[in-house]
């Protein structure tokens, strides 16, 4: 199922914000519903499958009580983001043990190639990113899943952006390492 295309005259993430602080309901449903998928997607990355809907309404009720403190409406979709990498923080934090994807079924597989390759491809990927320690973790997710370059993970997770491309590249290096048994070490090359 795909997701139609934004109409050209609708509303910005920024106008919706405002018209929803102006007093209209409806304004804050769209932004639910522009957003949804995106943000069910990155909660089932970083908290796994049985945890994503909690997860994704917690983002959205805070949302929805906080909005009036956002003080630049164009940065909706970052803040969204940063509430939402918060909440799943907490949410890692508080349980005991590894992330475990009970059903990994429920992830979009790419639509080419062998279904049942595919799927066990998929389903080692998502374990090997359980696997990355959370800072890694979120850099890869958001760099991959989200498309957003260093600097907007750097603000997003208030780190400094050569942090951020640190994480992203030793989080790449372990899943390389881990999928493919690929090694990045210089010093295991021989001369």
């Not at 639910?32 to 990355?45: E, F, K, P």
């Not at 409406?73 to 890692?92: C, D, K």
């Not at 491809?121 to 991959?144: I, K, T, Y």
Request: aromatic share 6%; glycine share 4%; with cysteine.
């Amino acid at each position: 199922m795909t997701v139609p295309a934004k109409p050209p005259d609708s509303a910005s993430d920024a106008d919706e914000v405002r018209a929803f602080l102006a007093g209209d309901e409806a304004a804050f449903e769209r932004l639910v519903d522009r957003h949804q998928r995106t943000l069910l997607h990155l909660c089932q990355r970083l908290v796994g499958a049985s945890d994503a809907a909690d997860l994704f309404q917690e983002v959205f009720l805070q949302c929805y009580r906080m909005v009036h403190q956002l003080r630049e409406p164009e940065a909706f979709r970052a803040w969204l983001l940063q509430i939402t990498v918060r909440h799943a923080r907490r949410r890692q934090q508080a349980r005991p043990g590894p992330l475990a994807v009970e059903e990994p079924e429920l992830f979009a597989a790419p639509a080419v190639g062998d279904p049942l390759e595919l799927a066990d491809e998929v389903a080692a990927l998502r374990r090997a990113l359980e696997r990355l320690p959370p800072r890694q973790r979120e850099v890869v997710v958001l760099r991959h899943d989200q498309g957003l370059s260093f600097a907007e993970i750097a603000a997003l997770l208030e780190i400094r952006e050569d942090a951020a491309r640190a994480n992203h590249y030793q989080g790449m290096r372990r899943l390389r390492r881990e999928l493919l048994g690929a090694t990045d070490d210089r010093s295991e090359e021989s001369p």
